[in-house]
């Protein structure tokens, strides 16, 4: 069954201390992995598509790598504005519907 | 990526009545919009997928005749709650599909529904 998993669930973290957050899924023929971020009471933002494996995304403090089996989002010294839901989600083959994970709630403390 | 507004960003209602959702593309023509719903601390669940010109594809388990959605035009897709109730009280999102095979969807800002 096609599923995708994020962990941990909650993360919190000093500002300034890095960390990755994780996205594992299990699906047929992966034709792009999606990160966003939501904030509280908003839509999700956009982050980074990643396509095939091996391949790495950066942008400011946030790192986005994938494997064959899992995605990894690495954030580099966070500062609070960096809070939020991250959410990954994938598109299941044969549409282009997308799958969210459960998301990461990460909190940065001054 | 594309911009997305939706409209209202909140609205109270009272029960039973409907209440319509609309989400506009400004930057590009889309014939294909998304409708997610999100209850607290949930991720996000595609409620159905809005296609230009034709009837939108519900999820299993999404009643397509207490939520309507029309599509008329390549920027426009409306969400209507029809004959709401306390527990279709939620966040409404919508997206919108960039072309492509491996196409990446940009979202609105959503629109906070609650039902009295």
């Known amino acids: 069954e096609d599923q995708v998993t994020q962990s941990p669930e909650a993360l919190r973290l000093q500002e300034g201390e890095s960390s990755s957050l994780n996205c594992s899924y299990t699906?047929?023929?992966?034709?792009?992995l999606f990160w966003y971020r939501q904030d509280p009471g908003k839509g999700p933002e956009f982050l980074f598509t990643?396509?095939?494996a091996g391949e790495e995304k950066e942008k400011e403090r946030l790192k986005a790598t994938l494997t064959k089996k899992e995605s990894f989002l690495h954030i580099t010294a966070p500062k609070p504005e960096d809070s939020a839901t991250y959410l990954c989600?994938?598109?299941?083959?044969?549409?282009?519907?997308?799958?969210f994970g459960t998301g990461t709630r990460l909190t940065i403390i001054p | 990526g594309a911009v997305v507004s939706q409209h209202p960003s909140r609205v109270i209602c009272k029960s039973g009545t409907s209440v319509k959702i609309e989400c506009r593309s400004l930057?590009?023509?889309?014939?294909?919009m998304f409708w997610y719903r999100q209850f607290p601390k949930q991720s996000l669940m595609l409620m159905a997928t809005?296609?230009?010109?034709?009837?939108?594809?519900?999820e299993q388990g999404v009643e397509k005749d207490k939520f309507l959605i029309n599509h008329a035009s390549l920027t426009l897709s409306t969400l209507t709650v029809t004959s709401a109730h306390p527990e279709d009280s939620s966040f409404y999102i919508c997206?919108?599909?960039?072309?492509?095979?491996?196409?990446?969807?940009?979202f609105g800002p959503g629109t906070r529904l609650l039902v009295l």
């Open positions: 989600a994938v598109p299941f083959f044969g549409n282009e519907k997308l799958t």
């Open positions: 930057d590009f023509q889309a014939t294909t």
């Open positions: 809005s296609n230009e010109g034709s009837k939108a594809t519900y």
């Open positions: 997206s919108v599909g960039s072309r492509g095979y491996q196409e990446t969807q940009y």
């Open positions: 990643l396509y095939s």
């Open positions: 699906v047929s023929g992966l034709r792009g």
